[in-house]
């Protein structure tokens, strides 16, 4: 079942490229960033009552705290940096440059979460990288 959730990601990450191209034209792209957390805080917030997540919110421990705030931080930079990326480049560059984070995840989880990758795992992320490359320069 998470495979289906994975390629349900990739196809809204992939409209999220689409409509952001075209949404930003001639709006800054800071703004533009804005109104899109605007809306993900809302859907976001609404899913979690919805489905009974947010009466969940006492059970946080510290640690979970932090590093949920760090991963909006680093989530919210992402935003800004691929919208401003869209803004001046064309989204068959920027897309393929910005999952690049797939082999910059499994690179750092192998780094710091001692995860353990396959030589097959290896390739793959060659491959992106690769993949990537040859996405830039075509």
């Known amino acids: ?38 809306v993900i805080l809302i859907l976001a917030w609404g899913i979690a009552f919805f489905r009974g997540g947010a009466a969940n919110i006492n059970t946080l421990t510290k640690q979970n705290i932090i590093f949920l705030v760090l991963s909006g931080i680093a989530t919210g930079l992402s935003w800004i940096f691929y ?32 995860e353990q990758i396959s030589t097959l795992g290896i390739i793959g992320v060659l491959l992106i990288i690769s993949g990537t490359i040859l996405l830039i320069y075509s």
């Open 83 to 114: 919208f401003k990326a869209l803004q001046i480049g064309k989204v068959s560059q920027v897309a393929p440059i910005d999952k690049l984070s797939v082999a910059i995840a499994i690179i750092l989880s192998v780094i710091f979460l001692n």
């Open 1 to 38: 079942m998470w495979w289906i959730f994975a390629l349900l990601s990739a196809f809204f990450a992939a409209l999220t490229a689409i409509f952001a191209k075209v949404g930003i034209k001639g709006v800054d792209t800071d703004l533009a960033t804005a109104i899109r957390t605007v």
